[in-house]
């Protein structure tokens, strides 16, 4: 019997792979990739061997920096994300946690100086034993990656 793929195979763009289950439709708009109006195609609660069940992002035509890879790796650490170009993976990103992250989430303290003023919000990235922090430049609190909303 033919294998067939739940997801089928994309000409050119990027796939995101292995993404944390919940984080997908954050990725998604942390992206802006609808605001692009790129094609993306979505796969919810894929069997995995590695993590169980994994969401993956297939984006059309576009390929993703680096910057927005490791960004990525913020809301889902056990993504893989590939570069398609004519079916065939030419590069394979290999993601780590960026230093800090500006302007793409909202800090959720209602006291915090950027609720009030428009400020672009800054977040240094730390990692204690697999847990990621982000740390608001303003309020100098640190928040679980869950806590704070992808600004809109
Ligand atoms: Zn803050």
Redesign the pocket.
């Known amino acids: 019997m033919k294998k067939t793929l739940s997801v089928s195979a994309i000409e050119n763009g990027t796939v995101i792979d292995h993404i944390t289950s919940g984080q997908t439709l954050r990725i998604i708009k942390m992206l802006r990739l609808l605001n692009k109006k790129l094609t993306v195609t979505v796969g919810f609660n894929l069997p995995s061997k590695r993590i169980g069940l994994k969401d993956l992002i297939k984006i059309e035509n576009h390929a993703l920096t680096d910057k927005e890879a490791s960004e990525i790796t913020v809301l889902a650490p056990e993504a893989t994300i590939n570069i398609i170009q004519k079916f065939d993976v030419v590069k394979k990103i290999i993601t780590s946690l960026p230093p800090n992250i500006s302007g793409l989430f909202q ?3 209602q ?5 009030k003023e428009k400020i672009e ?1 800054f977040f240094s990235i730390s990692q204690q034993s697999r847990q990621v922090k982000l740390v ?6 640190a928040y679980d990656r869950n806590e704070v909303k992808v600004a809109s």
């Open positions: 800090c959720p303290n006291q915090c100086i950027t609720q919000s608001c430049k303003f309020c100098e609190k």
